[in-house]
């Protein structure tokens, strides 16, 4: 039975199988990014696991690259393998699994957001460039304020959100990956707190450019027993947040991109930008930076094709804003813990095949010599 | 049928796999105080009736949202298809000039340079109650999505611009209630 389930698993015919699918999936995601955008495409089809083409379910990249992973794994327990002379292919086989585990890290831990920060300032903040989360911070401490997030994925209609340091009840509504206001059309007894009381948040298709779009969350607060109870709507980018005042805290409520604090700061020193001669087109732009970590600052030149890798992050020049009074800028901010994976996995699957024509060497001479 | 390891790591790879998304974790932190913009009040007919000297009458669904520290306060503007994006500049009377100004706006919807007296001709005289202002409507005829209305109302030691971005149709349906918004500008005793 053993034998039997790792012959069906490790079959060459499913590797090769999910390698065709895999080829559809990249010709139907690249085609539906006209369509849908890029960031779109790539949850539906390469990061999704099972996505549906109208009615019918079909295996999204996930799936695919998990059974091309368990294929490979599998391969590596056929006990004919595991003899020298079938070293080369055994290597390339391990390269392959280390390559797939490596995608695996990245699509799981890896984050990207952005830096911006003005000339003279510093930040010590990555914001997703995708991901959303609703922040209550309880500002009635004097030294500190107190910072309870919750994640996108338990913006599900109905779901509660509680935490030990909120003595209220949080009731999602609705949430909109794209929102936009809409005046209110005359009276209603609903309990409308905030923002909600003189506009209303409408959901607006999503925008192929996911930076455009504008989540947006309506929500029920209770169980404070105090006029703080009732409906509650946020959008993305609001300066002006929503707040509760419950038993003599006060909190702040916003939605906001998913924040990672990073263990250091960048401070922008200069910002500058180089155009083509005679044109309004910038040719280059870098950014004098320091890094400071532990109150000791590093001058470090951040440009175009010339990143800063530090502790895990690799901060890019993307872009930059330009103002009446100074000049901005935009870093891309990448952590991947997979960075190194492609670079082994595919030293490692070289040396296979290398080894693979030294042992084929002999018989090839021999066959030669006849 | 006894503990097979195979079976077991294969099961508890495809569990970590599945089971790994730290988007669903409710995170708990402290940070050093921050400045919140919560002060004002959070009702959009009330938010910001004034800022740094200046006052003004805010429509009741304009909505203040996330500027940058170049710009005083700005608004999200809803019209019927969208919405647009207010912002209050004030600089000091010498800062840029109309022309540099009113041109750096042309330029961000692909429209070419022109002249000071092109630019007076250009624009309407409109009055605040601390003193007229210059309006600019500003369409490039090839590019529906992004149009500007703009105003340069100088004051005493600085001039506010005030520029709105929104598509043409935005610009058209909103030039009358910035108007008025522009008018009822003025600065706090």
Same mark, same amino acid.
Request: net charge positive; hydrophobic share 40%; glycine share 8%.
């Given at each position: ?109 890896? !984050? ?29 401490? /004097? ?34 990956? &794209?929102?936009?206001?809409? @005046?209110?059309?005359? /009276? ?6 905030g923002m ?42 609001q300066s002006v947040p929503a707040t ?8 702040v409520?916003?939605? /906001? ?22 044109? /309004? ?13 532990? &109150?000791? @600052? ?8 010339? @990143? ?10 993307? !872009? ?51 | ?34 400045s919140f913009n919560i002060s004002k009040n959070e009702v959009p007919k009330d938010i910001q009736k004034s800022i740094n %000297?200046?006052s003004?009458?805010l429509?009741?669904?304009?909505v203040p ?8 306060a700005?608004f ?49 005289? %409109? ?63």
């Open positions: 039975m053993k034998q039997e389930i790792i012959k069906a698993l490790s079959s060459p015919k499913l590797f090769a199988y999910s390698l065709v699918w895999l080829m559809v999936l990249v010709v139907v995601g690249t085609v539906s990014q006209r369509d849908i955008g890029l960031f779109a495409s790539q949850q539906r089809y390469f990061s999704s696991y099972i996505f549906l083409f109208g009615p019918i379910p079909l295996p999204g990249g996930r799936i695919v690259l998990t059974l091309m992973l368990t294929n490979l794994i599998s391969m590596l327990f056929k006990q004919n393998l595991w003899k020298m002379k079938k070293i080369g292919i055994l290597v390339v086989h391990l390269g392959g699994v280390m390559l797939l585990v490596g995608a695996g890290l990245t699509a799981i831990f890896s !984050s990207e957001g952005s830096m911006v920060i003005e000339e003279g300032s510093r930040s010590n903040t990555i914001d997703d460039f995708h991901n959303t989360e609703l922040a209550i911070i309880n500002i009635s401490e /004097q030294n500190y304020d107190i910072y309870t997030v919750f994640g996108q994925h338990l913006f599900v209609r109905g779901n509660n959100l509680r935490h030990e340091n909120l003595n209220f009840d949080i009731t999602v509504l609705e949430y909109m990956d &794209n929102s936009t206001f809409e @005046p209110i059309s005359g /009276q209603s007894d609903i309990q409308y707190r909600l009381k003189n506009i209303s948040l409408k959901e607006i298709p999503i925008d192929k450019d996911d930076m455009k779009n504008r989540p947006g969350i309506i929500f029920q607060v209770s169980g404070s027993f105090t006029d703080s109870d009732g409906i509650y709507g946020l959008i993305f980018g509760l005042s419950i038993n003599g805290k006060q909190y409520m916003s939605i /906001q991109k998913k924040k990672t604090y990073l263990p250091f700061a960048i401070e922008l020193l200069d910002f500058k930008k180089v155009m083509h001669p005679g044109t /309004q087109v910038a040719k280059s732009f870098s950014s004098r930076i320091n890094l400071i970590e532990d &109150n000791v @600052p590093r001058s470090v030149l951040i440009e175009m094709n010339k @990143p800063l890798r530090h502790k895990g992050y690799t901060f890019f020049q993307a !872009s930059f804003i330009e103002g009446l009074d100074g000049e901005a800028t935009v870093l891309a901010a990448v952590h991947n813990y997979g960075r190194l994976f492609p670079y082994i996995s595919s030293i490692i699957m070289s040396i296979g095949l290398l080894l693979h024509l030294l042992t084929k060497l002999p018989s090839l001479m021999k066959k030669n010599k006849k | 049928m006894g503990f097979n390891k195979e079976y077991f790591a294969l099961f508890l790879f495809a569990f970590i796999i599945c089971s790994c998304d730290e988007n669903k974790h409710v995170k708990s932190y402290r940070l050093p105080k921050t %000297g200046i003004w009458d429509p009741q669904n304009w949202s996330d500027g940058h520290s170049m710009r005083l700005s999200d503007v809803p019209f019927s298809r969208g919405i647009g994006d207010l912002s209050i500049v004030s600089l000091g009377s010498e800062s840029g000039g109309l022309t540099a100004n009113v041109n750096r706006w042309r330029k961000q919807i692909d429209l070419g340079p022109i002249s000071e007296s092109e630019i007076k001709t250009e624009s309407i005289v %409109g009055q605040s109650k601390s003193g007229s202002f210059r309006l600019f409507r500003l369409i490039n005829d090839s590019s529906k999505e992004k149009a500007i209305l703009a105003a340069v109302l100088p004051m005493e030691g600085k001039t506010l611009y005030i520029k709105l971005t929104a598509s043409q149709q935005g610009i058209i349906e909103l030039e009358t209630i910035f108007t008025q918004f522009c008018s009822s500008i003025d600065k706090v005793q």
